[in-house]
């Protein structure tokens, strides 16, 4: 994840005038939210904690909610470029690669994700901020999965598999951060994603309704024959012609 870039001629570095280290501003004011409570806590408390000034503090964060989630945002922008990137022959095994990249990066920092989990539990409005996020990351897959087409039972396959998968990355997490001195729980990650991908995933797997593999070419068969002769007639050599060794 990048650092913010600087503006107005700051330099830097983790002094006062300088551009605040975004590690040092998220590990002080967790901190403080877990010490003195997050409606309590400041910016300019953070600020402090953090060793850097109330204005540098504000020009890089707008609000508290902005210093929880940072981390979170630029985790979000990673997805999005992957997924712009990812060659779209198998946009279910892309998205799912994606979820685990989102898991591996809660998982790989509890320090934070711990406290970051407790507090969302107990304050109402940091709850609606986590929901905005996940209805983000839906988008984003379901954009994805759905490719070009527009509706139609592929396209309600896409929306349903996004959340799909969204619900199951949840759920293994959220169980996890409950119990976080546990080992994380890969294999029941992807036990999640192997259920929650194996029926809306064979569907958008499939090809398109009337579409033929690349290559493949349809048989077509030409029949002659006088006005006159019986249908039945007609019918059988027809047969006849389709069998694999027929008179074509």
């Not at 990351?137 to 139609?152: D, E, I, K, P, V």
């Not at 996890?176 to 929650?196: I, K, N």
Request: charged share 25%; net charge neutral.
């Amino acid at each position: 994840m990048g650092q913010p870039t600087t503006g107005g001629g700051e330099a830097g570095g983790t002094g006062r005038g300088a551009a605040p280290d975004r590690g040092a501003v998220v590990a002080a004011a967790l901190r403080l939210f877990t010490e003195a409570g997050y409606e309590s806590t400041t910016m300019d408390d953070i600020a402090a904690a953090a060793g850097t000034s109330r204005r540098s503090l504000f020009r890089h964060f707008g609000s508290k909610e902005d210093i929880l989630f940072a981390e979170l945002d630029d985790l979000f922008e990673t997805v999005q470029r992957y997924l712009d990137a990812a060659p779209g022959d198998d946009p279910v095994a892309t998205v799912r690669t994606a979820a685990r990249m989102v898991f591996q990066r809660y998982a790989g920092d509890p320090a934070v994700t711990v406290p970051r989990f407790r507090l969302v539990r107990a304050v109402p409005r940091l709850r609606d901020r986590e929901i905005a996020m996940t209805a983000r990351y839906q988008r984003a897959f379901s954009r994805y999965l759905r490719g070009g087409a527009g509706t139609g039972p592929r396209a309600l396959a896409a929306e349903a598999l996004a959340a799909s998968v969204i619900a199951a990355h949840n759920h293994v997490l959220r169980s996890w951060l409950r119990s976080p001195e546990d080992p994380v729980p890969w294999a029941g990650f992807d036990e999640a994603m192997d259920f929650v991908t194996e029926s809306l995933g064979a569907l958008l797997r499939a090809p398109e309704e009337g579409a033929r593999p690349a290559g493949e070419s349809q048989a077509v068969l030409v029949a002659v024959y006088p006005a006159r002769t019986p249908g039945a007639d007609v019918l059988d050599r027809v047969r006849a012609a389709l069998e694999p060794n027929g008179p074509l």
